[in-house]
């Protein structure tokens, strides 16, 4: 059973950093492309960032100073390091697994979902 479940959301002052976790189960992790998304209320949900099989990396421009994605293939996880966090990247953050061989910001490469974690972030 393919599981994703994230963790490491939180509300923190703007300015504050958080790292997001997602532990996977339930299938081959080195042969997935994983990214985070995130989505505000009433918004689809966007691109964060994606990480590739062979480690390579694709993040939203406007986030790619501040957001940093890994993975973890012995431990089945991937990890979203967030930076100078500011209200406006309060959302849901979700993980996802994908079968792409290139680390991709679109929703409809990813296969697998998780259940999200809630990012709050206050001025």
């Known amino acids: 059973q393919v599981q994703l479940v994230e963790s490491g959301g939180d509300s923190v002052q703007a300015g504050g950093s958080l790292t997001l976790t997602c532990l996977t189960s339930?299938?081959?992790?080195?042969?997935?492309?994983m990214g985070w998304f995130r989505q505000f209320p009433g918004k689809v949900r966007e691109g964060v960032a994606s990480?590739?099989?062979?480690?390579?990396?694709n993040y939203l421009p406007s986030l790619k100073s501040r957001f940093t994605i890994t993975r973890d293939n012995a431990k089945n996880t991937v990890h979203l390091q967030m930076n100078s966090l500011k209200p406006e990247d309060t959302a849901r953050y979700y993980c996802?697994?994908?079968?792409?061989?290139?680390?991709?910001?679109?929703?409809?490469?990813?296969?697998?979902w998780g259940q999200g974690t809630q990012v709050t972030v206050s001025s």
């Open positions: 339930g299938f081959p992790f080195t042969s997935r492309t």
């Open positions: 996802a697994a994908g079968d792409k061989y290139f680390a991709t910001l679109y929703t409809y490469n990813y296969n697998d």
């Open positions: 990480i590739a099989q062979d480690g390579t990396t």
